[in-house]
């Protein structure tokens, strides 16, 4: 196999019908899909630079401080049980004349431990890359279930989990300050969301979204929009995972008017991938 200069590559070998990593080769990552991998970087490979500690900022900035995750319990009646979420919005209790946009992601644990979120959306503000915005981390019970594009979810999130933030926080509460977004299943459950209410949020985000569930569902529902209610998109994907479904997508899009953002990565399917992604994503989530 032959591999673009610029490539990572996480993969497997298949002995006696099982799957293996490499015994040869000693860089070996869990990264959250598939288990344990083994990879490998070709030499032009960068990891991005955003998620990098620096403790150093210029003093001369102003920069708003986004301090510690709090932990929300939802009392919800769609489950009928209590549902915690994080949230990285303290700024807008602390500075209560600014209201802030919110950024829903889905998989949000993941998008803390793997992704390194909050720092990537901490070095971005200090470097003047975006304004201030509240990120609200929810994570699954059975994400097989609740990320496959259901509607129970959507409504969970749009009636139950939105009101709870909006009263809580300083928060813009209209659809233009309202994002969702996720990576693979949470990805395609992002665009679910925001089509089943496109009153409540305005921004559509998805990293590698599989939008080949039920036979591309979400895909036919896409294909359905008129333009009269207006998205902001963003989409990524990996050319080592198939990109033939979010090009499709774009495309479509794209022909209808929509403000859509796509960018494809020399990469295959993991959180890798997506955290060296993301600092794309969240600037154009809300340019």
């Known amino acids: 196999m032959t591999f673009a200069k610029n490539a990572r590559v996480e993969y497997k070998l298949i002995v006696d019908g099982k799957w293996i990593t490499d015994p040869l080769n000693p860089n070996k990552i869990d990264n959250g899909v598939g288990g344990e991998n083994s ?6 490979y960068k990891p991005t630079e955003w998620d990098k500690n620096n403790n150093n900022p210029d003093k001369n900035q102003t920069i708003v401080s986004v301090q510690s995750l709090e932990t929300i319990e939802i009392d919800s009646k769609v489950y009928g049980e209590k549902r915690k979420i994080q949230v990285l919005g303290r700024m807008a209790n602390e500075i209560r004349t600014t209201f802030y946009p ?43 279930k609740e990320y496959w594009a259901n509607d129970d ?3 969970f999130l749009a009636e139950e989990v939105v009101p709870v933030i909006d009263s809580k926080y300083n928060t813009i509460k209209n659809r233009d300050g309202r994002a969702v977004m996720g990576a693979s299943l949470g990805g395609i459950t992002a665009v679910n969301v925001a089509l089943r209410y496109p009153q409540v949020f305005g921004r559509i985000g998805g990293q590698s979204s599989s939008f080949w569930i039920d036979n591309e569902r979400i895909v036919k529902d896409l294909e359905k929009l008129d333009g009269q209610t207006k998205f902001k998109f963003y989409f990524d994907d990996g050319t080592l995972e198939g990109v033939e479904d979010s090009r499709k997508v774009v495309e479509t899009l794209k022909k209808k008017g929509f403000d859509v953002t796509y960018i494809e990565g020399e990469t295959g399917h993991n959180w890798t991938a997506w955290r060296d992604r993301l600092a794309d994503a969240l600037m154009a989530i809300w340019k």
């Open 102 to 144: 919110v950024l829903y992601l889905q998989d949000g644990g993941e998008y803390i431990n793997r992704a390194n979120a909050v720092r990537i959306q901490q070095n971005l503000l200090k470097a003047g890359k975006i304004q201030p915005f509240l990120i609200v981390f929810l994570d699954p019970k059975d994400r097989m």
């Open 153 to 155: 979810y959507a409504k």
């Open 39 to 44: 990879f490998f970087t070709m030499p032009d």
